[in-house]
């Protein structure tokens, strides 16, 4: 099953990696809208699975925070 949520002009799936700036790289796992309509993502950390975390969406598309990955064919 894929999830896709949009966000402004771009989507985010699950399964989706980030680079996160200095901190490797981070793959989606989850999604969630919070009670008041704000949009957030779980994260796990690609080199060390035990590690997750939950941000903003809108963080994963901050430049100085986060790049997205190349999409792997």
Known sequence: ???TRR???QDVRI???FRKTGAG???VVGMSRDGMGHQ???LRRVADPNTEKTIAMAMLYN???F???PVEE
Do not use: Y
């Open 40 to 42: 957030h993502v779980r």
């Open 7 to 9: 966000h402004g002009r």
């Open 63 to 65: 430049a100085r925070e």
């Open 67 to 69: 790049q997205p990955e």
């Open 1 to 3: 099953m894929q999830v």
């Open 25 to 27: 790289v981070w793959e």
């Open 15 to 17: 399964g989706q990696r």
